[in-house]
């Protein structure tokens, strides 16, 4: 397993829908963050808590392709037990186009048991170009230019993008089609919106809106619907929970802390 369930499980919070400006940039409007905001998970693996993550959104404002961008930092690693069979110490980071959202660069540090990589993505959006450079174990550096679709988001834009998004306007079972770019390729995922539920949470019960992306064959999750995301229905958009059915037991993702809100979790 070279990529953690945290890592793997953002890639998919992703949508399309969208407003195109005139330089060529798509704009992106947005209440439901701002910078300084910080969240952290949980992660259980059973009764076990299994690991801890934070996605932070940096207070200063960066520069890249000539576009302000936030910087945004997720670290994710196992805790307690679990560290003496599988070690995990990961990092990815992004610069996301603050009136885009999309990504200008995208940065991921590896570290689970033996096994390391570092990896850099920087994306050309106008011309459709993203090259990666990366470097595992102690291997010579790899550099990869690869063509992609317009406004391609990679794992930590789209946990962002989602979050501009009014799930007023979908009914259960919509479909969300996306493209995004993950390591050297790019794909076409579709995500399911399942409607909305009150959720008990550390914070008190909060509606949420059910999403849940459709999962291809692959030896790690247990069909094509294993992974559910839960988001506070309210300004926020955060994922307050995430559940993924595995084929050696199930993960859960709990929200256990948070800073910089715009808003209070809605409760209704």
């Known amino acids: 397993m070279k990529n953690s369930i945290v890592g793997f499980s953002l890639f998919f919070l992703l949508s399309s829908f969208v407003l195109v400006s005139d ?9 439901g963050f701002s910078r300084g905001e910080k969240l952290t998970y949980l ?8 690991g801890e993550a934070t ?8 520069t890249l392709n000539e576009r302000a961008c936030y910087k945004v930092e997720i670290k994710g690693k196992t805790i307690g037990l679990i560290t003496t069979t599988f070690d995990v110490d990961d990092s990815w980071t992004s610069y996301i186009d603050t009136a ?3 990504p200008h660069q995208f940065a991921r540090k590896i570290k689970e048991n033996s096994y390391r990589k570092e990896e850099i993505t ?3 959006h106008l011309k459709k170009k993203a090259v990666v450079k990366s470097v595992t174990g102690t291997e010579a550096e790899v550099k990869k230019d690869f063509t992609i679709p317009a406004n391609v988001q990679d794992m930590v ?3 962002y993008f989602i979050r501009t998004l009014n799930f007023d306007q979908y009914k259960p079972k919509d479909t969300i089609k996306v493209d995004g770019f ?3 390729k790019v794909y076409q995922m579709k995500i399911v919106y399942k409607g909305k539920e009150k959720l008990q949470t550390k914070f008190g019960r909060i509606q949420t809106a059910i999403l849940s992306p459709i999962m291809p064959e692959n030896a790690l999750f247990d069909g094509r619907d294993a992974i559910s995301f839960y988001v506070s229905d309210d300004i926020n958009r955060v994922p307050v929970k995430i559940e993924a059915r595995m084929f050696v037991g199930s993960i859960e993702l709990d929200l256990i802390d948070h800073k910089g809100l715009q808003g209070k979790f809605a409760r209704r």
């Not at 330089?23 to 209440?31: A, E, G, L, M, P």
């Open 23 to 31: 330089d060529k940039y798509r704009t992106v409007s947005h209440k």
């Open 182 to 184: 993950f390591e050297d």
């Open 43 to 50: 992660v259980h693996y059973g009764f076990i808590n299994a």
């Open 157 to 159: 834009s789209g946990y």
């Open 55 to 62: 996605v932070e959104l940096n207070k200063e404002l960066h």
């Open 100 to 102: 885009a959202m999309i």
């Open 122 to 124: 920087t994306f050309d």
